[in-house]
């Protein structure tokens, strides 16, 4: 039995570069894969999943494993894709999806970070790392961010056993929708001592919101002149990101997910999250999709 084709499901981006990097990676994933792949947008940005999805259905595939490409478990990967491929379903008899999860926390997303900060700058005891999230409305996905700071400094910075990269401390922040604001981040850590902070934006692809952090770290460090500010790359299209992706697409086609649920809202009443318990998931409406203007969109904006 041929194996199913890897769709790989991006967010999207008004930001052209950011766009243009999600498609190298895309072709990056098709020259290693040994078997069909598309890549398409659930909003902002073409390619629309709706055309990533009739590429691989035109070539008689019916039954699609597809990969969120995105780094936590937040809204996007928990309701919206899975959202959107429902309704590519409605549209395409027969069609039929594996699912897999999320991208992080993963040591290989580690060592990528680890790589991007040594590019930025040589690690010293007076360094900081503040490890800039994308932020989210979602408090599990917030506490995942806070979990590959904390696993970046244990193993690598002065709380690992071999003292690793020698750093400080590592912290994280957010660009938006949740504190503490990259501003913030900065501060704790040069109240901390640090005389100087790499930030390190937990990001897969160029866009709006890495471009935001960048401008927030310039424009603290210009306040603040006794404090060096070096900004690290994102993540960006990679042999170590493919390495990951396709491990994700082998679990999904094994059905070995291992999916977090105990601190999801969709599925435990947490303090002040309670009414999202059971709530219903929808696809966003992406510009170039037919669906564009019709049916409910969602209430909240985004940057990307």
Same mark, same amino acid.
């Given at each position: ?15 052209? =570069?950011? %766009?243009?990097?999600? #498609? /190298?990676?895309?072709? @990056?994933?098709? &020259?290693?894969?040994? $078997?069909? *792949? !598309?890549? +398409? ?10 055309? =990533?999805? %009739?590429?691989?259905? #035109? /070539?008689?595939?019916? @039954?699609?494993? &597809?990969?969120?490409? $995105?780094? *936590? !478990?937040? +809204? ?31 040591? !290989? ?33 917030? !506490? ?161």
């Amino acid at each position: 039995m041929t194996a199913p084709p890897l769709l790989l499901v991006g967010h999207g981006t008004r930001d052209r =570069a950011g %766009a243009a990097e999600f #498609g /190298r990676f895309v072709e @990056r994933m098709r &020259a290693r894969m040994p $078997v069909d *792949v !598309a890549g +398409g947008f659930i909003e902002l940005s073409p390619p629309p999943l709706t055309e =990533a999805v %009739a590429e691989l259905y #035109g /070539r008689g595939h019916r @039954r699609i494993a &597809a990969v969120p490409i $995105v780094l *936590v !478990a937040a +809204g996007h990967g928990k309701g919206d894709i899975p959202g959107a491929m429902a309704r590519e379903q409605i549209r395409r008899p027969g069609l039929s999806y594996l699912y897999g999860r999320p991208l992080g926390p993963h040591p !290989a997303l580690l060592s990528l970070l680890e790589e991007r900060l040594r590019a930025a700058a040589a690690p010293a005891e007076d360094t900081a790392v503040l490890l800039v999230g994308r932020g989210s409305t979602d408090p599990d996905a917030n !506490a995942e961010v806070h979990k590959v700071a904390r696993l970046l400094w244990e193993g690598r910075g002065a709380g690992g056993p071999d003292q690793g990269l020698g750093l400080m401390t590592v912290e994280a922040a957010f660009v938006s929708l949740a504190r503490p604001g990259v501003p913030e981040g900065l501060e704790r850590c040069r109240r901390l001592g640090a005389r100087r902070v790499v930030v390190l934006p937990y990001f897969l692809f160029p866009g709006v919101l890495p471009d935001r952090v960048v401008a927030q770290a310039r424009a603290y460090a210009a306040g603040h002149p006794g404090l060096e500010v070096r900004c690290a790359q994102v993540i960006g299209d990679c042999d170590g990101l493919a390495d990951l992706v396709a491990e994700r697409y082998a679990e999904a086609l094994a059905g070995d997910i291992r999916m977090n649920c105990d601190t999801c809202v969709y599925r435990v009443a947490m303090p002040g999250f309670e009414d999202r318990v059971g709530a219903p998931q929808t696809p966003h409406h992406h510009p170039d999709d037919p669906a564009h203007g019709h049916g409910h969109a969602h209430g909240h904006g985004h940057g990307r």
